[in-house]
């Protein structure tokens, strides 16, 4: 497994050992000791989730607070997205800032966001289906939602001339909450 740091502590990239041949490929999508070593620290994951959406669908910046907040370690099986972190964790270096990564079927890349972070992305293929496994179990009332759009994070979506499918939710969110 390659694991490369992204400009913000914390979140990697990670690429998984893929072995193919005429047949398609095999590859170990997740081991937890591997994955501990990458980190630096035990994680433990309590809840999976898959999404499937569109091309233009945009989902996020979603994030939980305290004590709900989730780490992520995501992977597309399906398609392609940008993928997308926001650091909020109150005191960092690079709070309001974000990176993005391109994560598909085709690249098997994954990205690891830690607790404190919000997230979103935007489904770049004809579709995509995203699998992701969190730390911490959804919390309706720890539920945060931060402007996919707000000029003070400034995030460069590939949206060329799309305009982003967005639920309600979204469409309505505030921006980025004050740093503390």
Same mark, same amino acid.
């Given at each position: 497994?390659?694991?490369?740091?992204?400009?913000?502590?914390?979140?990697?990239?990670?690429?998984?050992?893929?072995?193919?041949?005429? @047949?398609?490929?095999?590859?170990?999508?997740?081991?937890?000791?591997?994955?501990?070593?990458?980190?630096?620290?035990?994680?433990?994951?309590?809840?999976?989730? =898959?999404? @499937?959406?569109?091309?233009?669908?945009?989902?996020? +910046? &979603?994030?939980?607070?305290?004590? =709900?907040?989730?780490?992520?370690?995501?992977?597309?099986?399906?398609?392609?997205?940008?993928?997308?972190?926001?650091?909020?964790?109150?005191?960092?270096?690079?709070?309001? @800032? $974000?990176?993005?990564?391109?994560?598909?079927? &085709?690249? =098997?890349?994954? +990205? $690891?966001?830690?607790?404190? +972070?919000? =997230?979103?992305?935007?489904?770049?293929?004809?579709?995509?289906?995203?699998?992701?496994?969190?730390?911490?179990?959804?919390?309706?009332?720890?539920?945060?939602?931060?402007? $996919?759009?707000?000029?003070?994070?400034?995030?460069? $979506?590939? +949206?060329?001339?799309?305009?982003?499918?967005?639920?309600?939710?979204?469409?309505?969110?505030?921006?980025?909450?004050?740093?503390?």
């Amino acid at each position: 497994m390659k694991v490369t740091p992204t400009a913000i502590e914390g979140v990697l990239i990670i690429e998984p050992k893929v072995f193919g041949d005429a @047949r398609g490929f095999f590859m170990e999508s997740f081991n937890q000791r591997a994955f501990n070593t990458a980190v630096g620290r035990e994680v433990i994951f309590v809840q999976d989730n =898959h999404s @499937r959406s569109t091309k233009g669908v945009l989902r996020g +910046l &979603h994030y939980q607070t305290t004590p =709900h907040a989730q780490g992520k370690l995501l992977r597309v099986t399906q398609g392609e997205i940008f993928d997308v972190a926001v650091d909020i964790r109150p005191g960092s270096a690079t709070y309001g @800032r $974000w990176v993005g990564v391109e994560l598909s079927s &085709h690249n =098997h890349k994954q +990205l $690891w966001i830690p607790p404190g +972070l919000a =997230h979103g992305f935007l489904v770049v293929s004809d579709s995509a289906d995203v699998l992701y496994k969190s730390t911490d179990f959804y919390a309706p009332n720890a539920e945060r939602c931060i402007r $996919w759009d707000d000029p003070a994070v400034g995030i460069q $979506w590939p +949206l060329g001339d799309m305009s982003p499918l967005l639920s309600e939710k979204d469409a309505l969110a505030a921006g980025l909450p004050p740093a503390m």
